[in-house]
């Protein structure tokens, strides 16, 4: 006898409500529940979030001869700065005032080219130099503050000389010289940080012997002067976010700012941002994610911006980057680790210790 076919059988359809209610009140129930279980509910959002400025005492000031000679006050309240907001001021550092003012004054130079000119020099991916402007919102463009970006670049000083031939020369000789001038400080302070770093590896003591530090990168700002309160509060609302999120384009390990006569400096890091009124012919020393990273994140990282306030003229402050060279042993914190496993690769190994085991055990049993 031939099996029976199993009989396959859909399943029966939903019953229908009794005869006392039609389908269309049927409908109009189904159509009160989707109303009701579909409903999006009404949702309160957030203000929008803004971080709060925190003003925070002025950091120390830190005299250049005492901190090179080590004194012992001197180290502990740099590192005791650099520990809690990433900064500290230092003065009697040598260069004198007015040669800085004379730079600064040459460097207003550039921001009076034709627009024209500057869209010849913009800074790109491809080119990390050259202007880039700094805006408020669309509204506040015409009042926005401008940046460029200034290296010790062929390409660059090519460029420049094309759209600025008789002032740029004499500019970039005096910017080589500060430079190299705050490039040799930047090595000292380097130097005393790392000597002085509690988290020192057992290679600590061979490392950073005054290493050269490789060509800065100079961030020139130009503040526009007469920006209504307003104004003003909607350009550093942008400062603060793109410093926040943004941050900075180049990897370094100390930033020095020379930024005289500004009323505020303000500190952006992940955590916060806090402001301070810097002292006169001081210069702001902030660290880099550089320094951040071989002290193990005892040193903080964070970026800093002078903000000119009630300026009835542009002002010019200067941020010079500095950065250790890249196979520098400079690193104080990172030992010799040993070469560690995945967990990916611990599992492909124990299937193949599995596999191997049983694969003994057959052939002892059969042989």
């Not at 400080?185 to 988290?199: D, F, G, M, T």
């Not at 306030?309 to 104080?332: H, Q, V, W």
């Amino acid at each position: 006898m031939p099996e029976n076919p199993i009989e396959s059988r859909a399943p029966p359809p939903s019953p229908i409500a009794s005869g006392r209610r039609s389908s269309v009140t049927n409908d109009e129930v189904l159509t009160e529940f989707l109303e009701h279980s579909l409903r999006v509910p009404d949702l309160i959002l957030p203000d929008n979030f803004f971080p709060k400025q925190k003003v925070v005492e002025t950091p120390p000031r830190i005299d250049c001869q005492s901190l090179n000679s080590n004194e012992s006050n001197s180290v502990l309240r740099t590192l005791d700065s650099i520990a809690r907001i990433g900064c500290f001021q230092l003065v009697n550092f040598g260069i004198p005032s007015e040669f800085i003012k004379l730079v600064s004054v040459m460097a207003a130079g550039i921001f009076q080219l034709p627009s024209e000119k500057k869209a010849a020099v913009m800074k790109s991916p491809e080119k990390p130099y050259g202007f880039e402007e700094v805006h408020g919102d669309h509204e506040a463009e015409n009042e926005s503050s401008e940046e460029f970006v200034w290296c010790e670049d062929k390409s660059l000083k090519l460029d420049m000389e094309g759209i600025w031939p008789t002032g740029y020369l004499n500019f970039s000789e005096k910017m080589e010289t500060l430079s190299s001038d705050l490039g040799n400080l930047a090595a000292k302070i380097l130097q005393v940080l790392q000597e002085n770093c509690p988290r020192k590896s057992k290679h600590g003591n061979d490392m950073m012997q005054k290493q050269d530090l490789i060509s800065p990168v100079c961030c020139l700002y130009k503040h526009t002067r007469g920006i209504p309160t307003d104004r003003c509060a909607i350009s550093m609302g942008y400062d603060v976010f793109r410093m926040l999120i943004r941050g900075t384009d180049n990897s370094h390990a100390l930033c020095l700012h020379l930024c005289d006569g500004s009323s505020q400096f303000h500190v952006y890091s992940k955590k916060g941002w806090v402001s301070f009124c810097p002292d006169k012919d001081a210069l702001i020393v902030t660290v880099g994610d550089q320094t951040q990273a071989w002290s193990g994140g005892l040193y903080k990282h964070v970026l800093g911006r002078a903000v000119f306030k009630g300026e009835d003229e542009d002002r010019i402050s200067m941020a010079f980057l500095y950065s250790s060279p890249p196979n520098s042993t400079i690193c104080c914190s990172k030992t010799k680790k040993g070469k560690t496993l995945s967990l990916g690769q611990q599992a492909i190994l124990a299937i193949i210790s599995t596999l191997v085991y049983h694969v003994l055990v057959y052939f002892y049993k059969r042989f």
